[in-house]
């Protein structure tokens, strides 16, 4: 019971982060967003989608550890390039734990942090708001940090892509998407001191092109 009433505020903790971005200026479409470009998925997509799958990666149902790493608070809007919000977005978030290890994809269980649910997945409000609580992304295996997104509407493209923490991008030219200065800027997040002593918060606005 307890574990279900700390899981219930961590999620209530996410929705007015999320909630907290809303400004005058969500009722005021934008015009000509340059879309969030495309990035590799990366071999390390979950083979299975794991039961627990909520958008908070830092509580594993049925344990009541907490895993390794700095908690951190990403939140954001998704919205299309003539700068409407699109409600009803699935997002998928998926990264490896603080050992640099991805869950679900057959490794060796040993390795993993038990207490890290490594995947995530939530639906946009109508105002196309999001909010994830996870760990900072690490660097392994000579890649930079990063998070995993897939993002997919009825009435846009879908998008894979992956974002990385301001400053941990330089390695973007080995391979793994695209080598422009100016579109790796564009996928960088910036985290900052969170509302909870030792956590992070960030926020990045994913934009898709309508189809």
């Not at 990366?42 to 039961?51: A, D, L, N, T």
């Not at 992304?137 to 940090?145: K, M, N, S």
């Amino acid at each position: 019971m307890t574990d279900r009433r700390s899981r219930r505020r961590t999620l209530a903790t996410l929705g007015a982060l999320a909630a907290a971005r809303l400004t005058n200026a969500v009722a005021q479409p934008r015009a000509a967003l340059a879309a969030t470009p495309r990035d590799a998925e990366g071999p390390f997509y979950p083979r299975e989608i794991p039961v627990d799958a909520d958008a908070d990666l830092t509580r594993v149902a049925g344990r009541t550890g907490t895993p390794r790493g700095t908690p951190l608070l990403l939140s954001g809007r998704v919205l299309a390039t003539d700068g409407t919000a699109l409600g009803d977005t699935r997002i998928e978030l998926w990264q490896c734990d603080a050992g640099g290890y991805y869950h679900h994809v057959g490794g060796d269980p040993a390795q993993l942090d038990p207490n890290f649910q490594g995947y995530g997945v939530m639906v946009t409000d109508a105002q196309g708001r999001f909010a994830f609580r996870t760990i900072r992304p690490v660097a392994y295996g000579g890649r930079p940090p990063h998070l995993h997104f897939k993002l997919a509407h009825g009435k846009a493209r879908a998008l894979t892509t992956q974002i990385y923490p301001q400053g941990e991008s330089e390695e973007r030219g080995m391979g793994w998407g695209t080598s422009s200065a100016g579109t790796r800027s564009r996928l960088v997040f910036t985290p900052t001191p969170g509302p909870e002593a030792g956590t992070l918060k960030a926020s990045y606005d994913f934009v898709l092109v309508l189809a």
